[in-house]
């Protein structure tokens, strides 16, 4: 199967917001410097490649949108289920930054770009299957004879809606919304007999639940597109950054785990990695054992793991961070490990820990920092290093604030991308522009860990 990529066209490749950027003085720090950008997705109730396994958020569109907002310092929201005529009066009232839908719906939004492309597959019980071939019975259409089939409303918008529909002789021929996951379990109680949905979805399904298998693919590709509101910065720099984006490591391993052949297990282990009845991840006795060692809420550091490689152990960036914690060589250096041990899970966790230990170290805080200030600094320290926060809690010294507030601290870190500030002889260590990003992942690490503090026991 060939799958076709549109290039998105662009004058440069890859652009950081700097929020937060406006004419107030250094000593006006803003009641919500700690905050990052919430980034607003409209998705089409048709379009395939967004689903939830236990409250978890999957699927290419998810994974392609979340590494947009973690580089650019943006809170990923999205609005699922919505009509075409939903959707375009959110972006003409200005509600959503961006709207993700199929390439033909996407007409008449505004200024759109196909992102991706993708094609369907036919799923079916392994043993309805195989006796369908022993009776001679091969082909799409002569196994969907008098059966019941399911079909993805996004099937539609492809050029076999209607050969489908004029070749296959049966009444029991049903469309639906939801994606293949959540129709997983009709196609296995027997409500219907088989599935035509997307090829990733198809993968998903295939690999998570035994006897049922892909039976066919289709032969043609549907484009996956977005349409941006062009009164959105944010939407509009999207489709210059894809553009970079698409050169990246981490845009190939995106298309190996949802679109390359072979990949249903990956997919399938990536899914069941982000939340299970027990725990938090398959690296939970590893990171209760590293933290108890090393005096941290094993929750904390899943929460850091998540927003850094949603578990995924292998993962090494275009910048050289290795594994679960994304550890720079330099830091396994620091405490004398080799960088190529590091990728270890239970050594790569250690590492972190140790480094949160030796951060909040050399922080130093005052005795009446409340915890949340606290945590909030190391973490954007584990995140942009520690010398940029020292350079924003020594501007917020000098300019009336609180260095051990993170709203303080948030304010001046922003403030670093400006030129202004670099002949400050506070500023150490020059200009930042990543302040977004390193906000954003306090906030994304935050949150996650409430979440798991509230549903995970210690």
Same mark, same amino acid.
């Given at each position: 199967?060939?799958?076709?990529?549109?290039?998105?066209?662009?004058?440069?490749?890859?652009?950081?917001?700097?929020?937060?950027?406006?004419?107030?003085?250094?000593?006006?720090?803003?009641?919500?410097?700690?905050?990052?950008?919430?980034?607003?997705?409209?998705?089409?109730?048709?379009?395939?490649?967004?689903?939830?396994?236990?409250?978890?958020?999957?699927?290419? /569109?998810?994974?392609?949108?979340?590494?947009?907002?973690?580089?650019?310092?943006?809170?990923?929201?999205?609005?699922?289920?919505?009509?075409?005529?939903?959707?375009?009066?959110?972006? #003409?009232?200005?509600?959503?930054?961006?709207?993700?839908?199929?390439?033909?719906?996407?007409?008449?939004?505004?200024?759109?770009?196909?992102?991706?492309?993708?094609?369907?597959?036919?799923?079916?019980?392994?043993?309805?299957?195989?006796?369908?071939?022993? #009776?001679?019975?091969?082909?799409?259409?002569?196994?969907?004879?008098?059966?019941?089939?399911?079909?993805?409303?996004?099937?539609? /918008?492809?050029? +076999?809606?209607?050969?489908?529909?004029?070749?296959?002789?049966?009444?029991?021929?049903?469309?639906?919304?939801?994606?293949?996951?959540?129709?997983?379990?009709?196609?296995?109680?027997?409500?219907?007999?088989?599935?035509?949905?997307?090829?990733?979805?198809? /993968?998903?399904?295939?690999?998570?639940?035994? %006897?049922?298998?892909?039976?066919?693919?289709?032969?043609?590709?549907? @484009?996956?597109?977005?349409?941006?509101?062009?009164?959105?910065?944010? %939407?509009?720099?999207?489709?210059?950054?894809?553009?970079?984006?698409?050169?990246?490591?981490?845009?190939?391993?995106?298309?190996?785990?949802?679109?390359?052949?072979?990949?249903?297990?990956?997919?399938?282990?990536?899914?069941?990695?982000?939340?299970? +009845?027990?725990?938090?991840?398959?690296?939970?006795?590893?990171?209760?054992?590293?933290? @108890?060692?090393?005096?941290?809420?094993?929750?904390?550091?899943?929460?850091? !793991?998540?927003?850094?490689?949603?578990?995924?152990?292998?993962?090494?960036?275009?910048?050289?961070?290795?594994?679960?914690?994304?550890?720079?060589?330099?830091?396994?250096?620091?405490?004398?490990?080799?960088?190529?041990?590091?990728? @270890?899970?239970?050594?790569?966790?250690?590492?972190?820990?140790?480094?949160?230990?030796?951060?909040?170290?050399?922080?130093?805080?005052?005795?009446?920092?409340?915890?949340?200030?606290?945590?909030?600094?190391?973490?954007?320290?584990?995140?942009? %290093?520690? %010398?940029?926060?020292?350079? !924003?809690?020594?501007?917020?010294?000098?300019?009336?604030?609180?260095?051990?507030?993170?709203?303080?601290?948030?304010?001046?870190?922003?403030?670093?991308?400006?030129?202004?500030?670099?002949?400050?002889d506070a500023v150490k260590c020059g200009r930042f522009n990543g302040s977004g990003q390193t906000l954003a992942f306090v906030s994304n690490v935050i949150k996650r860990y409430d979440n798991y503090c509230s549903t995970v026991s210690r």
């Amino acid at each position: 199967m060939v799958y076709r990529f549109g290039i998105l066209t662009s004058l440069f490749t890859s652009v950081l917001l700097v929020l937060g950027c406006n004419d107030r003085t250094p000593s006006e720090p803003r009641a919500d410097a700690g905050s990052a950008r919430v980034f607003t997705v409209a998705m089409d109730m048709d379009m395939p490649g967004y689903f939830t396994i236990e409250g978890e958020p999957f699927g290419y /569109q998810y994974d392609l949108l979340r590494a947009f907002t973690d580089e650019n310092g943006l809170e990923l929201n999205i609005l699922p289920g919505k009509t075409l005529t939903e959707i375009s009066a959110l972006l #003409e009232s200005g509600q959503v930054d961006m709207a993700a839908t199929v390439g033909s719906a996407a007409t008449g939004l505004g200024p759109t770009e196909n992102i991706y492309s993708t094609t369907f597959s036919m799923i079916g019980r392994s043993a309805d299957v195989n006796a369908a071939r022993r #009776e001679g019975r091969t082909t799409p259409a002569e196994l969907l004879e008098e059966r019941k089939v399911m079909i993805s409303s996004s099937f539609r /918008q492809t050029p +076999h809606w209607d050969v489908l529909l004029d070749s296959v002789r049966t009444d029991g021929t049903y469309v639906s919304s939801l994606n293949a996951v959540d129709l997983a379990e009709g196609l296995r109680d027997g409500r219907f007999d088989f599935l035509i949905c997307e090829k990733s979805e198809a /993968q998903l399904v295939t690999a998570l639940n035994r %006897g049922i298998a892909r039976i066919a693919d289709f032969d043609f590709g549907l @484009e996956i597109a977005v349409a941006a509101n062009p009164g959105s910065e944010a %939407g509009v720099l999207f489709g210059r950054w894809m553009e970079g984006f698409r050169q990246s490591k981490e845009y190939a391993d995106l298309n190996y785990i949802y679109l390359d052949k072979g990949s249903a297990n990956l997919l399938a282990s990536k899914a069941r990695k982000g939340k299970s +009845h027990r725990g938090i991840s398959e690296y939970d006795i590893i990171m209760r054992q590293v933290c @108890e060692r090393e005096g941290y809420d094993w929750r904390l550091l899943s929460a850091i !793991a998540y927003n850094e490689s949603r578990f995924n152990a292998d993962i090494v960036s275009h910048r050289g961070a290795r594994g679960l914690m994304q550890i720079m060589p330099q830091t396994a250096r620091q405490f004398d490990v080799d960088p190529e041990e590091s990728m @270890e899970p239970e050594v790569n966790i250690m590492l972190a820990a140790k480094l949160l230990g030796k951060i909040e170290g050399m922080l130093r805080f005052g005795k009446n920092v409340t915890y949340q200030d606290k945590l909030s600094i190391i973490l954007a320290c584990y995140n942009c %290093g520690v %010398g940029h926060v020292f350079d !924003a809690r020594r501007l917020a010294v000098k300019y009336g604030g609180n260095p051990d507030s993170w709203n303080d601290v948030a304010y001046f870190l922003q403030r670093k991308g400006d030129p202004e500030y670099l002949a400050d002889d506070a500023v150490k260590c020059g200009r930042f522009n990543g302040s977004g990003q390193t906000l954003a992942f306090v906030s994304n690490v935050i949150k996650r860990y409430d979440n798991y503090c509230s549903t995970v026991s210690r």
